[in-house]
């Protein structure tokens, strides 16, 4: 839980782990900023690979990943069935929870199927504090686009909306993603919202946006708005530069 007792989402729009040389996967100094959060010395996290299928390499990845930081760390997958037996309990009792990037359209949907989407919130209120990176940063939103439906993006409108905004990932690595992002809110098929290039996270408490972080100079941050009919403008929004780990 945070200290503060408030509800924060970390939107992570890539770069969470860097690879280790070793075909593994090291914390960046956005998880740490994301353990950071909960206020507390050695954090209970729990991931969820769901957007992935919960597939034993991804999970044993993450395990490995999060083995170098000082968390108590469990995994809550859905295949082929929950693998602990009471889920709400579970994720009410943790520190942070974070989501792996994958497909967010399969991963909304098992999650309103098992009902995690009104646990999820429930935790949120509680103060357990919500991350994730590219499905998991989309989900938390109103939408946003997505490759989930193949390699051509398309729009995503049903997010679980704690957040009521737009939200845009891997902003500077994939053209297709800023024109989308920019037409779908000009249009109004999204609300404004903000983006996020690759080591760029967003931070919410609340539903307010508070800053951005990045462990890379040059990333950025944005904030989308209507602009007239059909057009958004895009303000760029420095990150707080975070120290290498």
Not at 198 to 206: F, I, K
């Amino acid at each position: 839980m945070s200290t503060d007792g408030q509800p924060h989402i970390l939107a992570i729009g890539g770069g969470t782990f860097v690879p280790d040389g070793r075909e593994g996967l090291s914390p960046s100094p956005l998880l740490r900023y994301a353990l950071d959060l909960t206020g507390q010395d050695r954090p209970r996290v729990c991931f969820l690979t769901t957007a992935v299928g919960d597939g034993d390499a991804y999970i044993a990845r993450f395990y490995a990943a999060f083995s170098s930081m000082d968390a108590e760390v469990s995994h809550l997958a859905l295949f082929p069935m929950p693998n602990v037996p009471d889920m709400r309990a579970h994720l009410l009792t943790q520190d942070l929870v974070y989501v792996s990037g994958g497909s967010v359209a399969n991963l909304l949907a098992l999650w309103r199927l098992h009902g995690l989407d009104e646990i999820m919130r429930e935790a949120w209120h509680e103060g357990v504090v919500l991350s994730g990176q590219s499905a998991g940063a989309l989900c938390w939103h109103v939408g946003g686009n997505t490759d989930s439906y193949g390699p051509q993006l398309r729009p995503l409108t049903d997010g679980l909306g704690f957040l009521p905004y737009s939200c845009g990932v891997h902003y500077d690595s994939d053209p297709q993603r800023r024109p989308l992002l920019q037409q779908l809110v000009g249009e109004g098929t999204l609300p404004g919202g903000y983006a996020a290039d690759e080591s760029v996270a967003l931070h919410y408490v609340g539903t307010e946006f508070v800053q951005a972080v990045s462990y890379r100079p040059e990333a950025g941050a944005y904030r989308l708005e209507p602009d007239g009919p059909g057009t958004a403008k895009e303000a760029r929004l420095e990150p707080r530069l975070l120290a290498a780990l």
